[in-house]
């Protein structure tokens, strides 16, 4: 089993429209989870932290659920500029704490 | 302020040479990773420093890969005899500190070509 999967997709949606993402993580010692966003030919970059209590920015919401190992990101009302892979990972304990665990990545793209 | 930086951002080389790649962290940001994005494939992690000293190299692919950091920044990523499979996006990161709650900061990378 893949440490971290993701559905690759990709997502193509509409303008305004509602898009969810999901991960699973197989590491039930991970501590800390995050999903970066990553341009075409571009670094990834740190779009938020994900919490256990769930968490919101802006048109982003990022859920975590530990006994399931499941994480989602939810965007809403899309835009053009969120054209993006979406990439969902994870940071370890202790000696692993250090390394980041990354999916393959969620590509969306949005279509006027 | 001033990101990671990373050079080159493309190397085209032949199959056999050798290869450096560098990594410019940010100031002042203790710990610094290298990853690896192959075409189709997530990020790979391949080593990370804490100061000048690399704690865990079990990343590294083969034994044709090393890193080094001097003084606390720069970091190089060497690749001897390259190989068409080592062809892929090479990336540095940086933090202020290594472990959970820190976050990591990448360059923008090296793009490697192996001919």
């Known amino acids: 089993r893949k440490e971290v999967e993701q559905d690759p997709g990709p997502f193509n949606v509409p303008e305004g429209a509602t898009v969810a993402f999901n991960c699973t993580y197989s590491n039930s010692a991970s501590q800390s989870f995050f999903w970066y966003r990553q341009d075409c030919r571009k670094e990834p970059k740190l779009l938020m932290s994900?919490?256990?209590s769930g968490n919101e920015d802006g048109r982003f919401t990022a859920q975590l659920n530990r006994a399931s190992q499941y994480i989602s990101l939810l965007i809403r009302d899309s835009k053009l500029s969120d054209s993006a892979t979406y990439l969902c990972v994870v940071q370890g304990s202790g000696a692993g704490s250090y390394q980041l665990t990354f999916g393959k990545g969620t590509k969306l793209s949005v279509i006027p | 302020g001033a990101g990671v930086s990373q050079s080159p951002s493309n190397k085209v080389t032949e199959k056999g040479k050798d290869v450096e790649l560098r990594c410019d962290p940010i100031s002042g940001h203790t710990a610094l990773y290298w990853y690896r994005q192959s075409l189709g494939q997530g990020l790979e992690f391949l080593i990370y420093f804490q100061g000048n000293s690399a704690p865990d190299k079990s990343g590294l692919p083969s034994d044709r890969f090393s890193a080094e950091r001097t003084g606390g920044s720069v970091s190089t990523l060497t690749i001897q005899r390259t190989q068409q499979e080592d062809s892929a996006v090479y990336l540095c990161a940086s933090s202020l500190f290594a472990g959970t709650s820190n976050e990591q900061f990448f360059g923008p990378g090296t793009r490697l070509t192996v001919l």
């Open positions: 994900v919490y256990s």
